[in-house]
T-cell receptor, first 113, second 114 residues
């Protein structure tokens, strides 16, 4: 079965711009979580969506937002980009309420210049 | 508090065994996981162990859990160059809401020397 698909794979944006990243989970996985990965901070939890509702949120400023659609696909948006937002953004899907772990996508590498 | 710690680097020779260690602080963890990340890729779930188990073996991988010391290890037998990657330890903690919170370690970079 198809894995978790993230698009685009790479992005270069300028400070102040906004960006939208997309994630299609594994079929049947209704929970989608987003993480930011940087060399200095490791994996930082952004938010989790289930049934089009944000269930949990990490400690990121309001410039980071997300949403989930009825087909479980999810998008995250970062507005007013800063240089420090350069990172690998990972999407992970799972079956909610189980502890079988995540299936991660390959990530979107965002570079802010 | 919730914290998962790992050593940053490990270097082994091809054919030897690798042991990657992890310590965690939250005793209410439900499952503990090992993920592998290769360059340019996302994290791949390798194996996981329920918190009331001591050991789990899956082909070349052996997971040992010492719940008293909050210590988790991953042993890779007959390490190959293809095992070179970053390995993340993670624990899941069940929230009151019924969802799971995952805490990831900082990752251990394994380098396998030919």
């Amino acid at each position: 079965k198809a894995g978790v698909t993230q698009t685009p794979r790479y992005l270069i944006k300028t400070r102040g711009q906004q960006v939208t990243l997309s994630c299609s989970p594994i079929s049947g996985h209704r929970s989608v979580s987003w993480y930011q990965q940087t060399p200095g901070q490791g994996l930082q939890f952004l938010f989790e969506y289930f049934s089009e509702t944000q269930r949990n949120k990490g400690n990121f400023p309001g410039r980071f937002s997300g949403r989930q659609f009825s087909n479980s696909r999810s998008e995250m948006n970062v507005s007013t980009l800063e240089l420090g937002d350069s990172a690998l953004y990972l999407c992970a899907s799972s079956v909610p309420g189980t502890a079988g772990g995540y299936t991660f996508g390959s990530g979107t590498r965002l570079t802010v210049v | 508090g919730e914290d998962v710690e790992q050593s940053l680097f490990l270097s082994v020779r091809e054919g030897d065994s690798s042991v990657i260690n992890c310590t965690y602080t939250d005793s209410s963890s439900t499952y503990l996981y090992w993920y592998k990340q290769e360059p340019g890729a996302g994290l791949q779930l390798l194996t996981y162990i329920f918190s009331n188990m001591d050991m789990k073996q899956d082909q070349r991988l052996t997971v040992l859990l010492n719940k008293k010391d909050k210590h988790l290890s991953l042993r890779i037998a007959d390490t190959q160059t293809g095992d070179s990657a970053i390995y993340f330890c993670a624990e899941s903690i069940r929230r009151v809401s019924g969802t799971y919170k995952y805490i990831f370690g900082t990752g251990t970079r394994l380098k396998v020397l030919a």
